[in-house]
């Protein structure tokens, strides 16, 4: 059964460094999202992006992330100056047109 | 923003017992979903319901979707230590392809 992954499973960076985190949507997916899970609370939204481009983002999104699909398999979200408040663990989930979102298995960001 | 308040936060139950926990909403939500999350892992799509009424059942597990189209139910029968987890309920608004807003998630403890 095709799935969404995700890589790194885990990543430890210094604080002000950039990280980029990498997801492979499952392949005939069109909807792509990218949702953050701060330890021991509830998964909040990031941003969604179709169609090459950004559909919607939340306040979190804001301008130390940015999200790329730089071929036709890869989706990446990038912090470029951590903080130590973006500790927690990124998923990325894709969607084929419908309703139904499908996330990988995430990523946990360390930020030291 | 739209705010999911999701109950019991917690259970214990025994093996063989049957479960509900629900959500609700003040905003009315087009799609509810449900999803069941296992520690360190991404949340795993369960139900998906998308008609304010619809009763849909998934083995063991039945969902419904309020007629107010602000709440919805999830039911688990008959128990089984694999059920443990943290269960989140999610909505999605507005356009069909958007940001899912998650309940705070319900932890699920099966004694056997």
């Known amino acids: 059964e095709p799935e969404v992954t995700q890589t790194p499973s885990h990543q430890v960076t210094q604080m002000g460094q950039e990280v980029i985190l990498r997801c492979v949507p499952i392949s005939n997916h069109l909807y792509f999202y990218w949702y953050r899970q701060i330890l021991g609370q509830k998964v909040e939204f990031l941003v969604s992006f179709y169609n090459n481009e950004i559909s919607e983002k939340s306040e979190i999104f804001d301008d130390q992330f940015s999200v790329e699909r730089p071929d036709g398999s890869n989706f990446t979200l990038k912090i470029r100056s951590t903080k130590l408040e973006d500790s927690a663990m990124y998923f990325c989930a894709s969607a084929r047109g419908g309703d139904e979102q499908f996330f990988g298995p995430g990523t946990r960001l360390t930020v030291l | 923003g739209q705010q999911l308040n999701q109950s019991p936060q917690s259970m214990f139950i025994q093996e063989g017992e049957d479960v509900s926990m629900n959500c609700t909403s003040s905003?009315?939500?087009?799609?509810w979903l449900w999803y069941k999350q296992d520690p360190g892992e991404g949340p795993v799509l369960l139900i998906a319901?998308?008609?304010?009424?619809e009763l849909t059942s998934n083995g063991r597990l039945t969902a419904q979707f309020g007629i107010t189209r602000k709440d919805s139910f999830l039911n688990i029968s008959a128990s089984i230590p694999s059920d443990v987890g943290i269960y989140f309920c999610a909505g999605q608004g507005g356009t069909s392809y958007g940001k899912l807003t998650f309940g705070q998630g319900t932890i699920l403890t099966v004694h056997p």
């Open positions: 319901l998308y008609k304010a009424g």
């Open positions: 905003s009315i939500f087009n799609t």
